[in-house]
């Protein structure tokens, strides 16, 4: 992993990403990009309002960029380069994506449902139009070694098992123990595809040192949650879908609040 993409907003929840980012970027001799993009303010009619032009946001952008990535350098050592856009982030963050060979892009996300401007609905657009993995950084997460790394899976789909790279690199280069966690409706057995989902990831898995986990629950995110709780893993793991946008097990509803209520970092794996 050679190169991390960091957005931020400059605010409290982007900033712990940002600390979150440089000190992966440390552990593993990888270079953060530090990015931050900016949209013109459209006016309302009869509001009173100031006109702003794009050099004085553009100027606030690198002085704060600048401020944050001298921050982060200086308290770490690392390589930090940093990038003021004009456009819409998750457009911006996609581009650069193919312009700069970015290896993982990290995000920051408040707790409790609440969102800063970068993050929140730019995560989600982000996580649908990146083909890189996304690691989600609750503002409360903070950097530790992934002594433990759990990936949760209903083993629905025969993906392309290239889009496991990320997660193979920091579970070796941390050497973690990784828990399949499989989570199934109560009472329910597995059918035909999931057995044969199973059987095709265990040459993956097998490179790991895993242990393998089924919880039944009549709430996915419950009952994932619950498990998250009694073993308290450093990260979460996740595989989304190109035609699926987010996997069978969550859904696009129990994804997003994953996403808003985890206090673990979240990985998201692209299989696109």
């Known amino acids: 992993m050679n190169t991390i993409l960091v957005p931020t907003d400059l605010s409290p929840a982007a900033q712990n990403a940002t ?6 970027c440390k552990e593993l001799g990888a270079k ?9 303010p459209v006016p309302v009619a009869e ?7 794009p050099d004085e946001m553009h100027k606030a952008g690198e002085d704060g960029l600048r401020k944050e990535a001298d921050r982060v350098a200086g308290s770490l050592g690392i390589d930090i380069e940093w990038l003021v856009r004009l456009g819409l982030a998750s457009d911006e963050i996609r581009d650069i994506e193919k312009e700069r060979h970015i290896d993982l892009v990290v995000m920051g996300m408040k707790g409790g449902g609440q969102i ?4 929140g609905s730019t995560t989600s657009a982000v996580v649908r139009k990146s083909h890189n993995a996304v690691l989600v950084v609750p ?10 790394v759990c990936y949760a899976t209903d083993f629905s789909y025969q993906m ?5 790279q990320s997660l193979k690199l920091l579970v070796n280069h941390f050497k973690s123990q990784l828990s399949v966690v499989y989570i199934s409706k109560s009472g329910k057995v597995m059918s035909p595809d999931q057995i044969a989902g199973k059987q095709r990831l265990e040459p993956v898995l097998n490179e790991f040192v895993y242990s393998h ?9 419950h009952g994932l949650q619950q498990f998250i709780e009694a073993q308290s893993p450093d990260m979460l793991a996740m595989v989304i879908h190109k035609h699926n946008v987010f996997e069978r097990l969550f859904g696009t509803h129990h994804t997003m609040t994953m996403m808003y209520q985890i206090r673990i970092p979240l ?3 692209q299989d696109k």
Request: with cysteine; aromatic share 10%; net charge negative.
């Open 47 to 53: 509001m009173p309002y100031i006109m702003v032009t």
């Open 267 to 269: 990985l998201i794996l």
């Open 116 to 119: 800063d401007q970068i993050i």
């Open 139 to 148: 503002s409360v997460a903070r950097f530790t070694s992934l002594q433990s």
């Open 160 to 164: 392309n098992l290239t889009c496991f």
């Open 213 to 221: 986990h089924t919880v039944e629950a009549n709430d996915i995110e």
């Open 19 to 24: 600390n979150y980012a440089g000190r992966l």
């Open 32 to 40: 953060m990009i530090l990015l931050h993009v900016y949209m013109l």
